[in-house]
């Protein structure tokens, strides 16, 4: 009889693909939107990429509330709520109508969604589910956001280029 693989590296795997796209669909793609939205609201490229920035401050403020909530509530529940809350994120800044509402919306969800479905709830989660090899375990999910460097922006792009900033930002 052949024993079954520790659960925990199902959770690892999960936490990675979460990290993965959150991380690959914000800071390694915002450059790909820079143009298109600053045509769109009439932007020069550096007030544009001031959305980058909001993203940067908006994970700051974000990751201590992350955090308390990681530390109370289930991480199945937390990790939930920052999926929504980043698909809601997204979705506001497909529909935006001016600036003000773009940076809102990465401030707020998109930038909650970041931390608490990416890299910190993940991290937490891999530090719980292992105690022999942590190590090994917490290596492996520092790749994740190499790998959502690698294999997110050349999606988004191609769909930047079939379908517009707009549809490809709903899509994420």
């Known amino acids: 009889m052949t024993a079954l693989p520790y659960r925990g590296w199902w959770v690892l ?3 990675y693909a979460c990290t993965m796209l959150a991380i690959g669909s914000t800071t390694y793609t915002f450059g790909l939107f820079v143009a298109p939205m600053s045509e769109t609201f009439g ?7 001031t959305g980058f920035i909001m993203l940067l401050l908006g994970m700051a403020a974000w990751s201590p509330v992350a955090g308390r909530l ?12 920052g999926a929504v809350g980043f698909g809601v994120g997204f979705v506001l ?3 935006a109508g001016a600036p003000w509402m773009l940076a809102a919306a990465i401030f707020g969800p998109v930038a909650f969604g970041t ?9 937490t989660l891999t530090s719980r589910w292992f105690t022999r ?18 294999a997110v922006p050349p999606l988004v792009a191609a769909s930047l280029e079939a379908y517009g900033w707009r549809d490809t930002l709903a899509a994420i």
């Open 115 to 123: 931390v608490a479905c990416g890299a910190l709830a993940a991290n």
């Open 70 to 81: 990681l530390d109370r509530y289930s991480a199945r529940l937390v990790m939930g709520a």
């Open 93 to 95: 800044m497909a529909r």
């Open 133 to 150: 090899r942590r190590g090994r375990a917490m290596g492996l999910l520092a790749t994740a956001t190499s790998a959502g460097g690698f």
């Open 13 to 15: 795997l999960a936490g």
């Open 43 to 49: 932007l020069s490229r550096a007030d544009a990429n």
